[in-house]
């Protein structure tokens, strides 16, 4: 018998992790509703999925992220994350660099920079919403630098992510909410245009020129591809972050023992991002389509069907970690997993971690403790990412 789970029931949106553990318990696949996607929640199920991406097609997105009422081709639906080999292999070997170690290190200073102007800037003895506050900043700052925008847009930035992360996800009668996303496609194409424009004209040292002047076997990419990845970069980039930093504040606000300990030692702060991105995994779910019948945990599947891999219940899977439902900052060894696995495996993985190293230590400089009140959290409305969108908290003076 098929299990089924409803993404949308309030309980499983409060805390899909117990809902999660009762899917690994069952021998078989479960159907999530009201889609019909088939949902995989073993480590090693998930595992199986992403290293077999000929089977296990990214394709499977471009329709409901195309609806009619947007009117015009969605850069996004277009971008590396939705491409097979040999177009995903071509483009990511083309913007590979720009995440590099050498990138990497010459974005260091500055992303230091923002990260201590933030947490200056921090109240401190009454409560915030954090992610207002804080944890939006950093991250916000770091993709307007990428994206070569000036930094009066970033406020505009976080609707742009939502308006764009919305877009197959509007139910078809929400006329004014299509016009808006329709809206905001419009003018993030109008100012990016004007960045590529520019840096053709005037190539500066950063990464839109740079991906002008990258070539692979002697061919660059298109101006519709590079608009395609720095749509990508401003959904997949900013949100994720931003939730890691949330989820981050949360368990320093819920578990004192792990806020002294990492405090009193930053050696530790590596090794607790890597517990949180476990524990609270950002990106919840990933969707790919089969490309030929196959067999998984047991159902027979049709070329054509949407399988969902429940990365959040991968990363709870207690046969790959022990002890899987307690945050445990001595456990051993980072998982990756919270990136995905095999060739779509996060490009801005290190980017992430460097942007939440810098973004703690900024704040534990000057915090002497993170306090919960009775406000309740308000968790993103997302099926894909999980991240508070309020997090109401008393940041106390250090
Ligand atoms: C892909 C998670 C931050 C850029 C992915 C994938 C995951 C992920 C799970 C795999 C998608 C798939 O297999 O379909 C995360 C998490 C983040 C984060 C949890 C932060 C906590 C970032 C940042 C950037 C970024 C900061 C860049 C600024 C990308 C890109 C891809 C990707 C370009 C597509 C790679 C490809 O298709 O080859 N991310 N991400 N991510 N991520 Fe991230």
């Keep these: 018998m098929t299990v089924r789970l409803n993404l949308f029931a309030p309980e499983f949106r409060a805390n899909p992790y117990p809902f999660f553990a009762e899917l690994r318990r069952q021998p ?22 992403l290293k077999n991406p000929q089977l296990f097609s990214s394709t499977g997105h471009r329709g409901p992220a195309e609806p009619e009422w947007l009117g015009r081709s969605n850069p996004f639906a277009d971008s590396m994350v939705m491409q097979d080999p040999p177009q995903h292999t071509r483009l990511r ?22 990260a201590e102007q933030a947490a200056a800037e921090l109240t401190l003895g009454r409560p915030v919403d954090f992610v207002e506050a804080f944890a939006l900043r950093v991250p916000a700052s770091v993709i307007g630098e990428l994206l070569g925008l000036d930094a009066s847009l970033h406020p505009r930035f976080k609707r742009w992510a939502d308006d764009i992360n919305n877009t197959s996800s509007t139910p078809p009668d929400a006329h004014e909410w299509h016009a808006q996303i329709r809206g905001t496609y ?17 190539p500066r040292e950063d990464m839109v020129s740079e991906l002008l002047a990258a070539r692979i076997e002697g061919e660059a990419l298109t101006d519709a591809e590079l608009l395609g ?19 981050s504040a949360l ?46 945990c047991g159902v027979r599947l049709p070329a054509g069907s949407h399988v969902m891999l429940l990365l959040g219940s991968a990363c709870r899977d207690e046969a790959q970690f022990p002890n899987s439902e307690r945050f445990d900052l001595d456990r051993e060894g980072p998982s990756n997993m919270p990136f995905g696995h095999g060739i779509h495996f996060c490009l801005g993985a290190p980017l992430a971690r460097m942007e939440a190293r810098l973004a703690l230590n900024a704040l534990l400089d000057r915090c002497g403790g993170l306090v919960r009140d009775a406000t309740p959290v308000q968790w993103h409305a997302s099926i894909v990412v999980r991240g508070p969108t309020v997090l109401p908290l008393t940041v106390l003076p250090g």
């Design 28 to 49: 078989t696949l479960a159907q999530v509703d009201p889609l019909g996607f088939w949902a995989v929640s073993r480590y090693a199920d998930v595992l199986h999925v």
């Design 93 to 114: 070997a083309l913007v590979n660099r720009a995440f590099g170690p050498t990138a990497l290190s010459r974005m260091e200073p500055r992303i230091r920079a923002y």
């Design 251 to 296: 368990v320093l606000a819920e578990r004192p023992d792990v806020f002294a300990r990492v405090r009193a030692d930053r050696s530790l702060v590596p090794r607790f991002i890597e517990e949180v991105l476990r524990y609270e995994p950002v990106a919840q779910t990933l969707m790919r389509l089969t490309t030929a019948e196959t067999e998984l």
């Design 186 to 202: 419009a003018e993030m194409e109008q100012y990016l245009k004007e960045v590529i424009a520019e840096r053709r004209r005037s």
């Design 229 to 247: 990845f720095l749509f990508l970069l401003l959904v997949a980039g900013l949100e994720t972050t931003i939730h890691l930093l949330g989820h």
